[in-house]
Each structure stands twice: as structure tokens, then as C-alpha cells.
């Protein structure tokens, strides 16, 4: 999801090959419900998971795991 200046895009990631098509019953309520909130759908995008990021460790969890301790600054 992206808000900017109350305009929500949405990107919902599915493997549902019919995902688009049930979802537009909701699309009204959804825009009414934002509108209520004084915020505008601008976009709904509907994207299959991407392969490779699941085979991808995450770089930041491995950064990151070489450090013992806990560092505590207040």
C-alpha cells in the first residue's frame, strides 16, 4: 500500500488466477470507505508473488547476525 497526499494505491501480491475477478465486488465499498476518510483510491494492482524473493535470503537478517550483545541508547 502507498498513501501520498490521501492517495492510497494498493498492490495486493496473490497466486490466485482469479483473485482481479472476486475482488471487484468489494472495489465500491472499499472506495466509499476511503472517501469517508477523506482519502481516494487511486489504483488496485494485483501481482504474483515474485519466485526469486523467497529464494533470496534476506541481506539485512545476514548483516546483521555476526554481532552478539544488545546495545541499548536513550
Known amino acids: 500500500m502507498n498513501v501520498q497526499h490521501r492517495i492510497v494505491t494498493l498492490k495486493v501480491s496473490n497466486e490466485h488466477p482469479?483473485?482481479?475477478?472476486?475482488?471487484?465486488?468489494?472495489?465500491?465499498?472499499?472506495?466509499?470507505?476511503?472517501?469517508?476518510?477523506?482519502?481516494?483510491?487511486?489504483?488496485?494492482?494485483?501481482l504474483p508473488f515474485a519466485a526469486h524473493s523467497a529464494k533470496q535470503p534476506n541481506s539485512v537478517h545476514n548483516a546483521y547476525t555476526n554481532f552478539k550483545g544488545v546495545d541499548i541508547r536513550i
Open 18 to 46: 482469479y483473485l482481479k475477478q472476486m475482488a471487484q465486488p468489494f472495489m465500491p465499498a472499499l472506495k466509499a470507505g476511503l472517501e469517508q476518510l477523506n482519502y481516494t483510491l487511486s489504483s488496485v494492482h494485483y
